[in-house]
């Protein structure tokens, strides 16, 4: 099949309680990770969507493989490949201030490599969407990003900074690098802004981003919205207004996939980002990174009822 969306990164196994975690405590397992997070919500905003990872090749393969079908998610640029699938465990957050915990150490997603995107077809994509956890995987993981960054026709980056992977300094490095590449990048303020870019002004970001050669910048807000940049200006977009609060856990990742799908599919950048911040806050009700993939129907519908 074309695609409109290539999303590239890691699927992880998730393993989540409702309780605080302790010895006995029952888990639910299901499938998330930034990059399928993002990719459930491309499909669901009506973009032809397919992700370019490495998964196991055992049975939590099939779990995985199963699942992305139900999602709608084009897996021919899956490779099964011998190894540990990677994990992590967490219980519902609702506050985004939990860290998870992650078994991935030399997972199969993590040995993702320049020849995998090269064998993927880029050139031809809509847009390719990968992440700042992609590059901190690996070394060969960050070289795969930049081999996306050399043939995406439309790149939209995700800095989605994570500590526990990498040093403010390479993500930072990373984000300089990739950013007169991109179409669009989606940091999150203050939290990542302060870090890679030196600010916890999201207006001062966006106009970083901008001097660093990005055509666009998305600087997310949480509840306060987002703040767009381009050559049109800065501007504020208010936030949409989440209906439950269950767990934040991808809502960040769907803003990204919603994104993303809908400046392939013809919408100007400032629908695109509502309809973003509109998935994300139905995210918020649901429980874990794929537990609630709301359709364009509701999207459109929720941020019809919230302007």
């Given amino acids: 099949?074309?695609?409109?969306?290539?999303?590239?990164?890691?699927?992880?196994?998730?393993?989540?309680?409702?309780?605080?975690?302790?010895?006995?405590?029952?888990?639910?397992?299901?499938?998330?990770?930034?990059?399928?997070?993002?990719?459930?919500?491309?499909?669901?905003?009506?973009?032809?969507?397919?992700?370019?990872?490495?998964?196991?090749?055992?049975?939590?393969?099939?779990?995985?493989?199963?699942?992305?079908?139900?999602?709608?998610?084009?897996?021919?640029?899956?490779?099964?490949?011998?190894?540990?699938?990677?994990?992590?465990?967490?219980?519902?957050?609702?506050?985004?201030?939990?860290?998870?915990?992650?078994?991935?150490?030399?997972?199969?997603?993590?040995?993702?490599?320049?020849?995998?995107?090269?064998?993927?077809?880029?050139?031809?994509?809509?847009?390719?969407?990968?992440?700042?956890?992609?590059?901190?995987?690996?070394?060969?993981?960050?070289?795969?990003?930049?081999?996306?960054?050399?043939?995406?026709?439309?790149?939209?980056?995700?800095?989605?900074?994570?500590?526990?992977?990498?040093?403010?300094?390479?993500?930072?490095?990373?984000?300089?690098?990739?950013?007169?590449?991109?179409r669009v990048v989606t940091p999150a303020a203050p939290g990542e802004s302060s870090v890679l870019l030196d600010t916890v002004d999201p207006h001062q970001a966006a106009r970083i981003l901008l001097g660093l050669g990005a055509e666009a910048a998305v600087v997310t807000r949480g509840a306060d919205g987002a703040v767009v940049a381009d050559a049109d200006g800065v501007r504020d977009l208010p936030a949409v207004p989440a209906v439950r609060l269950v767990d934040q856990t991808g809502a960040g990742d769907s803003l990204a996939g919603t994104l993303t799908a809908r400046l392939v599919l013809g919408d100007t950048l400032d629908e695109a980002v509502r309809l973003g911040m509109s998935a994300a806050s139905l995210v918020l009700g649901g429980r874990g990174g794929t537990g609630l993939v709301p359709s364009l129907e509701q999207i459109r519908a929720h941020l019809a009822a919230a302007m």
């Avoid at 409702?18 to 639910?28: I, Q």
């Avoid at 079908?69 to 519902?92: C, E, K, N, P």
């Avoid at 993981?141 to 995406?152: G, L, P």
């Avoid at 500590?163 to 984000?175: I, Y």
Wanted: net charge negative; charged share 20%; with cysteine.
């Fill in 1 to 182: 099949m074309s695609r409109d969306v290539v999303v590239v990164g890691e699927i992880l196994v998730e393993l989540a309680s409702d309780a605080a975690l302790s010895d006995g405590v029952p888990l639910t397992l299901g499938v998330s990770g930034d990059a399928l997070n993002a990719a459930a919500a491309s499909a669901a905003a009506g973009a032809r969507t397919a992700i370019l990872t490495r998964i196991a090749d055992d049975e939590l393969g099939d779990v995985i493989e199963e699942r992305l079908g139900v999602l709608g998610i084009d897996t021919s640029l899956v490779r099964r490949v011998s190894g540990q699938q990677g994990a992590y465990v967490v219980h519902a957050d609702p506050t985004g201030g939990r860290e998870f915990v992650y078994l991935r150490r030399g997972s199969a997603g993590s040995t993702i490599g320049p020849d995998d995107v090269a064998a993927g077809g880029l050139e031809s994509v809509g847009a390719v969407l990968t992440s700042g956890v992609t590059a901190a995987l690996s070394a060969s993981a960050r070289a795969a990003v930049v081999e996306v960054a050399n043939r995406a026709a439309c790149l939209v980056y995700d800095p989605n900074y994570r500590p526990r992977l990498t040093t403010s300094e390479e993500a930072a490095g990373v984000l300089r690098m990739l950013a007169p590449r991109a």
